[in-house]
């Protein structure tokens, strides 16, 4: 309703919702159903009441319970059986419980469990938790007659208030002495309890531990507490991971050959044109599997001079990782010949840019750069290649990062060349894709960044890469170099599979 879209292009988006190609609905086979609903025209957190009445524990109850907790522990470490319930101490149905042991003062195991919408027994709920705390002591090796002596503490949250929307909301009434403050994006979760800190400092840290770019996007809420000790800051959100210095090759033999002489045949093939090498400030380059985009990534590649140094940036295909995630590794290793990578401008990348962070988890079975890397050995073995793949992102956000990506770019004597990594519309029929990749196309051609981005998000054309495109059209604007687009070459799958019923297409793009 709030789109405002017609019955045709709603049809579309529940086709997508569903993970069916958009058209899914025309098809005789496709069943559809209606329902009756409730549009909401005002804000939720004024029509839910704001106070509290569920009863929740107090420290007293919360001590017996932590102390109720460790004995647990020793005994699921020990082999021994554990008590899922203690007599007499609160039970009632909470939103979240964390459990922690320490010892003098560093964590041995911190677990939790949370969810604003739905109760959970506590006790049971500890239980589990319980469980988790013995598996963490026993990978930290720590014995059954060492945990005696941790110390365990416990934090509980109940009668969730829903605030809003992080971006919208203030929280002048909030009261950090008796509230802690939730923020949800997606399947993100983060709580910080602290009642020594005002509530926008704990909407704050809240907000950084998401460790999104679309932050502003988390719904907040207010939860009464009660802990043995704060504060308590914890999430659901994965940790960035440096992982090995070496990154292997995760999709050779099946997006491009796996056997070195097989990829010598295939690069002489896409590349039997003569090179006519220019320096440029940027590049869009299709990922799709080789027998596809290869030729129009080959395109642009022989018009390219390729520097001492490249940044690949990608969308994300997975939801591991970080969501900004700078590519840590020292070596791209390759079936044919391995490049090197830059730590140094990794580093210098993810300390100065917003939103972006060493993370190699992202980049382990990412197809987006490595499908590349092997194109830009063949026409510069010796450059360095930093990679970042990111997903999500609102416009402002892009354009803060490629501002800041600018300054780290424009720093170099000779500057990184920028690689857009991008497919574009995806699963479309011929013709739809030709004319949504058409509409992206010229709106790339503007040199206008977030008339890109409005087209693509506001059309919902299904152009993989981009907050990739938008980020490196808003470096080349912030270091004066987006004057002119060359198209090099399009093409869509169907020209080599001969479907043209689910479609990708592919363009290749230089930037001065």
Known sequence: ?????????????????????????????????????????????SAIPNHFDTVGPDTEDLQKLAA?????????????????????????QVQGVVFTLSDEGTTVAEVARFDPRNDMPLQATLFELCKAAAAAARTQRITADRLPQLEADLAVVWN?????????????????????????????????????RRAEELRETALQRLRSPDGGAAMLYALQFAATRTPVTIGNTARPMLGNAIRPPAVAGTFYPADPQEINAALKELFREPARPEKHAAAMLPHAGWIYSGKVAAAVLNRLEIPERVIVVSPKHSGVGADWAVAPHT?????????????????????HVPNMTLDGLAHAGEHAIEVLLPLIAARNPSTKVVGIAITSGSYAALQEAGQKLAEVVASY???????????????????????????????????DPQRLYETVIGNSITMCGIRPAVLIMETLKAMGKLNRMEEVAYATSAEVSGDTRRVVGYAGVLFD
């Open 1 to 45: 309703i709030e789109h405002g879209y017609d019955a045709e292009t709603f049809l579309e988006q529940v086709c997508r919702k569903a993970g069916l190609p958009p058209d899914a609905w025309l098809d005789d086979d496709t069943q559809l159903w209606t329902f009756e609903g409730i549009s909401i025209r005002r804000p939720l957190a």
């Open 68 to 92: 109720f907790a460790r004995q647990n522990v020793e005994a699921i470490v020990r082999g021994s059986v554990a008590n899922s319930y203690l007599a007499g101490a609160f039970d009632g």
């Open 160 to 196: 969730p208030r829903l605030l809003g929307k992080a971006s919208e909301t203030r929280l002048p009434d909030l009261d950090p002495q008796r509230y802690a403050l939730a923020a949800v994006l997606r399947d993100r979760w983060t709580l910080v309890i602290d009642p020594d």
């Open 331 to 351: 070596t791209w290793a390759l079936p044919l010949v391995s490049l090197q990578s830059d730590p140094d401008l990794a580093q210098r990348i993810a300390e």
């Open 413 to 447: 004597d000779e500057p990184p060349l920028l690689i857009i990594s991008s497919d574009m519309s995806h699963y479309r029929d011929d013709a739809s894709t030709r004319k949504d990749d058409r509409e992206a196309l010229d709106a790339m051609a503007s040199l």
